[in-house]
């Protein structure tokens, strides 16, 4: 059985994490997804705090039967992957941060741990991605490759547009934006 691993600060998550994962599993047959919230990130400031992060994630995510969300208490994925050792894992990304794959911590270690899904979609180069996967030392069968539409989000802007009062309809699953409003998340400016 093969499992997808979707690691992330989900800070919120929004309608691009989610068909990432769905595009996975249909296109690489995998049976399971697990959602990995980054409790403490290592690459990038958190604004809110991991157990918020959690519970948006996990309304992401609920309708998608075979998931399970977890908190990660590892800040780098491959100190996550060393702790878990889930065999026959793939772990999903898009194109744009494959690109900065090599200057992973053990990028090389990552990828003996598990297989690597790119996400291959518009707005990357393929030539990008041909260079960064020549920067690694890996057999070709570890980085498989999917197809996925170009969804223009980012957490980023999800969190600009609420601060400044604006709809964030179709950025985020409804539960998501529920959730938001609710708890009053992203209301002041970064």
Do not use: C, N
């Amino acid at each position: 059985m093969a499992i997808g691993l979707l690691g992330g600060v989900f800070d919120p998550p929004h309608v691009g994490h989610v068909e990432l994962a769905r595009a996975a599993m249909e296109q690489l047959s995998l049976e399971a997804l697990l959602v990995l919230v980054v409790a403490e990130p290592g690459h990038k400031r958190a604004t809110t705090p991991a157990a918020t992060r959690l519970e948006l994630t996990l309304l992401a995510f609920e309708d998608i039967p075979s998931a399970r969300v977890e908190l990660d208490r590892h800040s780098r994925t491959v100190d996550s992957l060393e702790e878990r050792r889930i065999d026959d894992a793939v772990f999903i990304l898009g194109a744009d941060e494959f690109t900065d794959f090599a200057g992973w911590k053990r990028p090389e270690r990552v990828l003996e741990l598990v297989h690597l899904a790119v996400a291959m979609r518009p707005g990357v180069a393929d030539e990008s991605v041909r260079e960064a996967r020549g920067r690694l030392a890996a057999p070709d069968e570890r980085i498989l490759s999917f197809e996925m539409p170009a969804i223009p989000v980012s957490s980023s802007e999800i969190r600009e547009k609420v601060a400044r009062g604006e709809s964030i309809d179709g950025l985020v699953p409804v539960q998501v934006a529920d959730a938001i409003v609710r708890l009053g998340l992203y209301a002041s400016a970064e």
